[in-house]
């Protein structure tokens, strides 16, 4: 078998991938995210949950998990180790023991300061303006959209 196919369908191809272009640019995004969050010792998922608390603090870990789109399989480790490293508390809702709740630690809120940088860095990185990259995050979040109706 030959190791380069010429006949291969343009649809085929790796470079005409809408899937690659996502998945090779996450690449580049989550190591760009490593070098910038290694000072505040976080993971890429990690400043995700901080964000949504440092956005909006004392909630369920449900809506955290709605806010990321993950499971709670998958966001109570992420959770534990958040609260191992003193940065957030879980406790049993008052309203409904069912539900865990989570807030801020002091050392959590205060994380905030030093990660108000990095979306700029972000930026920076990217080369493009404002206008480009919300226009793309637009574009992005519409195609998320258009995926989980199909």
């Not at 958040?82 to 309203?95: V, Y």
Request: aromatic share 4%.
């Amino acid at each position: 078998m030959n190791a380069k196919s010429n006949d291969t369908t343009p649809a085929l191809l790796l470079d005409n991938q809408l899937c690659f272009a996502l998945y090779s640019a996450n690449l580049a995004l989550n190591k760009l995210y490593r070098q910038l969050l290694a000072p505040l010792n976080l993971t890429y998922p990690q400043y995700l949950v901080m964000l949504v608390l440092w956005e909006q603090d004392d909630i369920t870990v449900s809506e955290i998990g709605e806010r990321l789109f993950l499971d709670s399989a998958t966001l109570t480790p992420l959770l534990k180790r958040l609260e191992s490293a003193g940065l957030i508390n879980r406790h049993r809702s008052r309203k409904d023991e069912r539900q865990v709740v989570v807030t801020l630690s002091e050392a959590g809120s205060s994380l905030q300061q030093q990660a108000v940088g990095i979306p700029q860095a972000v930026g920076c990185a990217a080369k493009c303006d404002t206008a480009t990259l919300a226009e793309l995050k637009q574009q992005l979040e519409l195609l998320r959209q258009q995926l989980q109706r199909a």
